[in-house]
């Protein structure tokens, strides 16, 4: 079962991924990305590796494609009009990929079910919260620190041209 859910989640990883640059609109291309970052989350998941899964979603499929949506909202106001065909398409799509998100549960139940000591011995500690917080805040504070102050510059200097007088 844990290769064929493997084989699923691969082959999704990877057509998604080619259809983020073979889609002609934008909105299509950015939400065939937020399926391939879903099925790398699947990917770690299946490794053992809850934590990174986790941030997977939250993060990058979550707050960043959100992000990535709104501006393409924003930037192309015809990408709002989607045509009645192509969301039936879409909709035939939702029971395999709600069948396929059942199976993939249905895999990870028992693991949900042993003790932490009994599924901390059968896993590698890679990727648990402790490990991660370690490196973060002990080896890799400073390239850490130096990112956050990246990315508020970047949010000033957005502000600054977003506000400029022309």
């Not at 699923?8 to 983020?20: E, F, G, W, Y």
């Not at 299946?46 to 709104?70: D, E, H, K, N």
Request: hydrophobic share 60%.
């Amino acid at each position: 079962m844990e290769h064929v859910v493997f084989y699923i989640l691969a082959t999704l990883a990877v057509s998604s991924a080619v259809l983020v640059v073979l889609q002609k609109r934008a909105v299509y291309s950015a939400l065939s990305l937020i399926v391939c970052l879903a099925a790398v989350a699947g990917l770690f998941f299946q490794l053992g590796s809850q934590f990174i899964a986790a941030v997977q979603v939250i993060v990058y499929a979550g707050a960043i494609m959100v992000l990535f949506v709104f501006v393409i909202m924003l930037l192309d106001p015809e990408s709002e009009y989607f045509k009645a065909k192509g969301l039936q398409q879409l909709s035939y799509w939702a029971i395999p990929l709600a069948v396929f998100f059942a199976l993939l549960l249905l895999q990870a139940f028992p693991d949900f079910m042993k003790s932490a000591q009994e599924a901390g011995r059968e896993t590698s500690a890679q990727g648990s919260v402790q490990d991660v917080g370690r490196l973060l805040f002990r080896e890799y504070v400073l390239p850490f620190e130096v990112t956050s102050i990246l990315i508020l510059v970047a949010i000033l200097g957005a502000v600054v041209l977003a506000k400029r007088n022309d």
